[in-house]
């Protein structure tokens, strides 16, 4: 079991830019693999992005695909997501997610460890 925090939420205008990472503690990553969720108001969490224990294997939400990027390094305990083209619609709290199959993996109950989350609103 590891802790997960998330970090680099905020306001940004349409069209721009934000990193997010999550930086794991009381534990190691490198085997697990990896996952971001988000929750938008009044909205289940879905599914953003995932990646597997070594970085070789992503799947992304095809709402996002082309313009999300999920990194990880392992060596500094992190995994990343950078948000690019940034529209409305991406408003919400965003989660990062560990799995110990080391898998990536779309569905929200693979996951046992769970950060809490960082705001992101994304302005018209």
């Known amino acids: 079991q590891v802790q997960l925090e998330e970090s680099g939420g905020g306001l940004v205008q349409a069209g721009g830019s934000l990193r997010l990472s999550c930086v794991a503690s009381g534990g190691f990553i490198s085997n697990l693999g990896m996952g971001w969720f988000r929750q938008g108001p009044g909205k289940e969490r879905e599914f953003v992005a995932t990646?597997?224990?070594?970085?070789?294997?992503?799947a992304y939400a095809d709402s996002v695909k082309g313009r999300f990027t999920i990194s990880r390094d392992n060596a500094k305990n992190t995994v990343h997501l950078q948000m690019n083209s940034l529209k409305p619609e991406d408003t919400a709290v965003y989660y990062c997610a560990a799995n110990i199959l080391g898998l990536p993996a779309t569905q929200r109950n693979v996951y046992q460890d769970w950060g809490q989350g960082t705001q992101v609103t994304v302005s018209s």
């Open positions: 990646i597997n224990w070594s970085g070789g294997s992503t």
